[in-house]
């Protein structure tokens, strides 16, 4: 997890899924698809972004490996 930029970018999108989900889950509130529209373009592109966030953010396990390995 080098570039700084792309791990806040991708932190944030996925933070914003995790609360989409979180009001799905409690209130059957979509945000997403409450602000952009029920799967438009838009909501898709939103969507799809938040996923390969979290895909990226698999890569934070590997850094913790590499960190906890210094601490040794």
């Given at each position: 997890m080098n570039n700084?930029?792309?791990d806040c970018t991708a932190l944030t999108l996925t933070i914003i899924g995790a609360i989409n989900?979180?009001?799905i889950g409690l209130f059957s509130l979509d945000?997403?698809?409450l602000i952009f529209g029920d799967m438009s373009l838009i909501?898709?592109?939103v969507y799809s972004l938040?996923?390969?966030s979290g895909l990226y953010l698999i890569t934070f396990y590997m850094y913790l490996d590499r960190h906890a390995d210094r601490q040794e």
């Open positions: 700084k930029f792309l989900w979180g009001l945000l997403v698809a909501s898709r592109i938040v996923g390969l």
